[in-house]
Structures are given as structure tokens and as C-alpha cells.
């Protein structure tokens, strides 16, 4: 078993990278906890490692981008307020990153705080969300405009979930997991380049590889800034555009998806720029991105007014311009806030014909 220190001011903590199922059953003898699990996740591991959960003691929770929200939270305060145990109680999160962001955010503001643990059970929750210790819920239409940040006591991550995810969830996560890996440089980027086609097929031994490097990497980013207003930022290559292209869509893209868009717009960009090559922004779209969107794009989703208004609701947005964050050259994170309307417009109109022909020949 491998274990990641992740160290906050809040409350330091570990991930544990582990194939072994007894942790579950350790969590099971807590005097006071309660288990919030993913409908889908308990459907498919029921009769399997989660059969040692007491059923008593759970509340199946459904993961919809429509339930993070403060009437979903509420849900879960009903449901903790119904039991005897007060900020003594142990809150055991089992499931993706919308589950991870509305139950974080009820564990963080009932009681000010009770304990919580996370057990990830996505690509991308393992490879990237489960550490920083953000919680977020989405409101009127903001994504993620209200949150905390609340790390949790413990993260467990077991690669034997990953065998029931849906393919475009899987390459949803592998969208974060290229990107981390992409802001890692050149060594990261020829490794997850060597190891792609098994991450691919799910071999759990590389998978656990390219997992515990993706929070290394994220991990290097946060310690020095965990409350994200400063170098954390650069985590957001890919989110600028990714953002907004899940919300014109309504939330139909899957996140890592739009993440995948998204850098590909930004290196158009930054190619535009010219602070990264043709041959480098190439290199990338054809190695890794191009060939990780599962996801059918329609035009619409790339409608540049509709993409505009999204890019403005950015909270990170502080001046009149847009905020991009891009790669150069030296695979150095560049921040900017001045981009312009115009360039967006062109992105748009270059990329998402490109990103809509993709998907209708593979």
C-alpha cells in the first residue's frame, strides 16, 4: 500500500493507495459514523466490497450535477440531524467528485464542522479532486460558486472501482490525469505517453501508477497554495473553456471531457500567441487529447455568445478581460487576464470543428 502526505493548515492528512477491501470493514466498527454512497456505486458493488456496510447505517445518495446544490446538502443535514450522534459522528463518503463536493461542503458547515472520510470511486476523484480539500455547489447557474475548503481525515482509494465506470467516465477522469501530467513536463508527459494504451484497458497496476503520480503532481501545486490565489490557479488549464462548455451544454459533457476541450482551446491559443509552438500545440492534440474525447460534441456547444457569457460567471475573474490559463513552450502554466473576445470567437470556430469532426469519425 502506498500512502500520499498531504500536508493543510486546516488538518493534515493521508491517502492511502490500496487494493486491500478491510479497510471498509475497519470503518464499519467506528462507534458513531454514517455512510453516504453513490446510487450507481452501490448498484453495481452491493454483493461485492460494499457488503459489508450496514444498510442501517447509509444513505444512497444519487450523483447528479443537479444535487449539488444547497437544497442537496440539505438533504444530507436531514439525514445526520435524524441520528443521535452530533459533531462526534464520522460522515464516510463513498462515491465521485459531486458527491465528494456536496457531502464535503454538508460536513464542513453542520455542527462547523464534523469528521469526514472520502473513498473516491472515480478516475477522476482519485487522480485529482480527492486532495486540495475544496467543496462546491453550484447556484443559479454558477458552477461551483458556493464552497469550502474542508480536507477530509482520511482518503482510501481502491482501484477496484474503476473496473463498473461507463467509458466516457473513465475518459473523463483521463482527462485530468493528462493534464496533470502535461503540467509536470516532459518526463510526465513521456511517461503517461509510454503507459496510455494500458491506462486505456484499465491495467490496475499502471493505473495505480499514473494515479499516485497525478497527485504528486497536484499535491506540488497545493502545499504552498492551498487556498488557491496563487500558483493553485495553474490547476485550471483546461477549466477556463471546460467550465463553460459544461454549462452551455447543461452539464452534458462530462467534466474531464470538457477538460480535454478546453485545453485543446487554450493551446490554440496560446499557439496564436505565440508562446507555444504549432508543432508542440499539434504534438498534444494528436498524442493525448484528441485521442481521449469519448464524448459526441454538438455545435451548439460551441456557440461563441453562449461561451462568452459562461467564461464571464468565472469566479477567478477579477478584471474586464477573460482569464485563460495556458502552456508555453517550456510546459511552464501561464495565467492571463486579458483575453479577448475575439480570440475566444476564434478558438471556437477552429477547434470545434475540429472537435466535432473528431467525433464523428471515431
Known sequence: MSIIKIHSSLRDYEVHLSSVSNYLQELTCLEHKAFLVDENVWQYHANGILKVLPRTEMLLFPALEEKKTLEGAQDIYEYILGRSAKRNLTLVTIGGGILQDVTGFAASTLYRGINWIFIPTTLLAQADSCIGGKTSLNYKGYKNLIGTFYPPMAVWIDPCFLGTLQTQDFFSGLGEVIKLHIMGGEPKIQQILQEYDLICNKDAITLKSAIQTSLEIKGS?????????????????????????????????????????????????????????????????????????????KPGYFQSDAIIEAMKKDKKRTGSGLVLVMINESDEMIRVDDLEEYEVRDALEVTGKKVIHHEKTN
Do not use: W
Open 221 to 297: 501545486y497545493i502545499t504552498d497554495d492551498e487556498f488557491d490565489r496563487g500558483k493553485r490557479n495553474m490547476l485550471n488549464y483546461g477549466h477556463c473553456f471546460g467550465h463553460a462548455l459544461e454549462s452551455v451544454s447543461n452539464f452534458y459533457i462530462p467534466h474531464g471531457q470538457a477538460v480535454i476541450v478546453g485545453m485543446i482551446l487554450a493551446n490554440h491559443i496560446a499557439s496564436k500567441r505565440r508562446i507555444l509552438t504549432k508543432e508542440r500545440c499539434q504534438f498534444f492534440e494528436e498524442k493525448l487529447l484528441m485521442p481521449s474525447l469519448k464524448t459526441q460534441m
